[in-house]
T-cell receptor, first 112, second 116 residues
Framework: DAKTTQPTSMDCAEGRAANLPCNHS???????VYWYRQIHSQGPQYIIH???NNETNEMASLIITEDRKSSTLILPHATLRDTAVYYC?????????????FGTGTRLQVTL | AAGVIQSPRHLIKEKRETATLKCYPI?????VYWYQQGPGQDPQFLIS???????DKGSIPDRFSAQQFSDYHSELNMSSLELGDSALYFC???????????????FGSGTRLTVV
């Protein structure tokens, strides 16, 4: 699976949009971009995933550049409960089980 | 909706003892993954099972073993425990990939193992 690079930490004011970048310059054509987050000591939580088109769900939006070498997770109106470590992971969707490999994510601190 | 159930939630063991962690996947999920997360670290993949067979192996010590049973639940067995084994252990489950995008793994709440 391709490696990803994320900033170590970011701050965001409550109510503002949080934009979390991720570089995955070695991504292959058959690899998807997944975002998970982990709120302190809880199990990681799935947020969103995409291949090449932008995606939106009730939690967030995912913007993937045209060359697919980077992406941005957008939390449109961050709240204090969004404080967590956010992981960007690229993964092949294969015919059998394939693991998620967690790198060093971005620690997002949402403040009042 | 049913989630991934892990037991126990907390476990305290002494050095050189053994421990067994259990994971009950979401119904109809046939794949189970185990992760270890040490203090201040990111989750590290240990091992996975698909249809009761080991499907992938990560940085799992030889002192650890795991299996998946006919009802798809899984157990992680840890022997000769060391202080460094103190960590959060997460289990995740997913349905089988069929070459189609899926919504990802579902993680359990974890088991906190403390070795003293």
């Amino acid at each position: 699976d391709a490696k990803t690079t994320q900033p170590t930490s970011m701050d965001c004011a409550e109510g503002r949009a949080a934009n979390l970048p991720c570089n995955h310059s070695t991504i292959s054509g058959n690899e998807y971009v997944y975002w998970y987050r982990q709120i302190h000591s809880q199990g990681p939580q799935y947020i969103i995933h995409g291949l090449k088109n932008n995606e939106t769900n009730e939690m967030a939006s995912l913007i993937i550049t045209e060359d697919r070498k980077s992406s941005t997770l957008i939390l449109p109106h961050a709240t204090l409960r969004d404080t967590a470590v956010y992981y960007c992971i690229v993964r092949v969707v294969a015919g059998t089980a394939s693991k998620l490999t967690f790198g060093t994510g971005t620690r997002l601190q949402v403040t009042l | 909706a049913a989630g991934v159930i892990q037991s126990p939630r907390h476990l305290i063991k002494e050095k050189r003892e053994t421990a067994t962690l259990k994971c009950y996947p979401i119904p109809r999920h046939d794949t189970v993954y185990w992760y270890q997360q040490g203090p201040g670290q990111d989750p590290q993949f240990l091992i996975s099972f698909y249809e009761k067979m080991q499907s992938d192996k990560g940085s799992i010590p030889d002192r650890f073993s795991a299996q998946q049973f006919s009802d798809y639940h899984s157990e992680l067995n840890m022997s000769s425990l060391e202080l460094g084994d103190s960590a959060l252990y997460f289990c995740a489950s997913s349905p089988r990939d069929r070459g189609l995008p899926w919504s990802g793994y579902t993680f359990g709440s974890g088991t906190r193992l403390t070795v003293v």
